[in-house]
């Protein structure tokens, strides 16, 4: 064997193992950065004031962005450069990263709703006046017009989120050539009996990624939004309360950095590869046939077995036709249709059950999403690794695996089914929950939020800013608790 076959293989083998590190770290990339999304659901709807009918649209986004493009990368890709394609993927991502965390840079100082934004110092200690009966000057200063109401109405929400919407379908954009593009590069360069192992390598890389974007969005909803920008001494809400917001748009620049780096291994690989373990055989082969050519035995043969190369417009006219059969095939729709309910179910309660731990069980968010990344990952990773044991052991076949898939499913939806029994006791909140002597109150209006103790202090009936008292009960305001006076830093 020559030195310069011996060059040959060492160094396909090498850009093979390249890719293969490159993919992996791909995989960990989007799989943190999509988990960190999931994490800061709830910062981005308090942050934005926007409904959860709205956010769920922007988490949706991703999905739209994938489903614009997947068939026509999928099949147009795979006879185009694939490494560089998942390059530029990996670019358009890292830019929808970048410009979700954009309108943080915009937005301006964030303020939540506190009794003590109507004292008249900045950042100071002072004693308020909740209640204004006994300073009508106070109130005739203090109380705004209706067309000041009006404006601060329509400033509430923020427009802003249309940024977030569109970085996360760039997302969505940008994954959509790493799956198909990269298995089927390893699948057509890698020796037959390796791929399953380079496949299991690469998502089991890919698994650690959810873990740590959790973590990172559990780590970053305990700091300010606007870290950097307030004195946070300042701040007299810390990240149990309702009102927090963490710092989520620091999460997104770090996701979108990470991505950028992964995407720089795939400029430098090649479009094709020798067969992994083909490599001296074509070697000897290219020997060979440069002899014959020296001595005219084959001067034209390999001319005549060149590959012309295929248009673009005759891909696009088969394009249609492949994909009318690919769906007429029974098995792969009931498996598309199967892993569209299953992934339905999961994406659904991975974006929300954050949202739902901290109103229900009142966790603060920073614990909600460290929860849900501590027992569903490792969960998941358990099922895969249990799932194979079991078909491996049995020796189970299509039939088998399909009933172990239905017994799977059906005793999850059991467990799921539990939660509805499981709950805390409503918090007692006078004028909500409760009435003022503490009964047990079956409707709400605006009027059972006032009583004796607060009818004369003009009260806003929109503020929240809860205080607890002596007897348990807990008020919405310190003006409809009946507070003559209060304490604090104001941060107006």
Wanted: net charge neutral; proline share 4%; aromatic share 12%.
């Amino acid at each position: 064997m020559s030195v310069e076959s011996k060059k040959t293989r060492e160094a396909c083998c090498s850009n093979l193992k390249l890719f293969l590190a490159s993919l992996a770290f791909v995989y960990f990339s989007k799989a943190f950065g999509g988990a960190y999304m999931k994490s800061s659901i709830t910062q981005i709807e308090r942050r934005f004031d926007i409904p959860s009918s709205l956010i769920g649209v922007i988490d949706g986004s991703f999905e739209m962005g994938n489903l614009l493009v997947i068939a026509f990368v999928s099949y147009f890709g795979a006879k185009l450069h694939r490494p560089r394609l998942i390059g530029i993927g990996c670019v358009i991502m890292a830019f929808g990263s970048f410009l979700i965390a954009l309108p943080h840079f915009f937005q301006g100082l964030y303020k939540y709703e506190t009794s003590m934004s109507h004292s008249t110092s900045v950042n100071s200690t002072e004693s308020v006046l909740p209640c204004l009966s006994n300073h009508s000057l106070a109130k005739a200063d203090k109380m705004p017009d209706l067309a000041t109401i009006t404006a601060c109405e329509k400033a509430a929400g923020s427009s802003l989120w249309i940024y977030v919407f569109l970085g996360n379908m760039l997302r969505g954009i940008g994954e959509t050539p790493i799956m198909p593009l990269g298995v089927s590069y390893l699948d057509d360069f890698s020796r037959e009996e390796n791929t399953p192992f380079y496949l299991a390598c690469i998502h089991t890389v890919g698994i650690l990624g959810p873990m740590f974007g959790f973590m990172l969005g559990s780590y970053l909803a305990k700091i300010y939004v606007d870290i950097g920008s307030v004195d946070l001494d300042a701040v007299t809400i810390n990240y149990k309360d309702s009102r927090w917001v963490g710092a989520w748009w620091l999460g997104f620049i770090v996701t979108g950095t990470l991505i950028l780096l992964s995407s720089i291994p795939f400029w430098f690989l090649p479009k094709s590869l020798p067969k992994q373990g083909q490599e001296q055989s074509q070697s000897k082969s290219t020997e060979l046939a440069t002899v014959a050519e020296q001595e005219n035995f084959m001067p034209d043969e390999n001319q005549d077995h060149e590959e012309k190369p295929v248009s673009f417009k005759e891909l696009a006219k088969d394009f249609v036709p492949s994909l009318r059969r690919l769906f007429k095939n029974n098995i792969y729709t009931l498996m598309i249709l199967t892993y569209l309910v299953a992934v339905n179910g999961f994406i659904g309660m991975i974006t929300f059950k954050p949202k739902f731990l901290e109103q229900i069980y009142g966790q603060s968010a920073s614990k909600a999403i460290f929860l849900i990344g501590v027992l569903n990952l490792p969960a998941v990773a358990l099922g895969i690794i249990t799932g194979g044991f079991i078909l491996k052991r049995f020796k189970l076949g299509i039939i088998g695996a399909a009933r172990v898939s239905i017994a799977a499913s059906v005793g999850s939806l059991c467990l799921l089914f539990i939660q509805v029994f499981i709950n805390c006791d409503k918090a007692e909140v006078a004028g909500l929950t409760v009435s003022y002597q503490g009964a047990p109150q079956l409707s709400y209006n605006q009027q059972t939020l006032l009583s004796q103790c607060n009818m004369d202090c003009s009260c806003s009936m929109k503020q929240w800013d809860p205080v607890c008292a002596y007897n348990g009960i807990t008020y919405a305001s310190p003006c409809l608790a009946g507070c003559q006076t209060t304490t604090g830093k104001d941060v107006s």
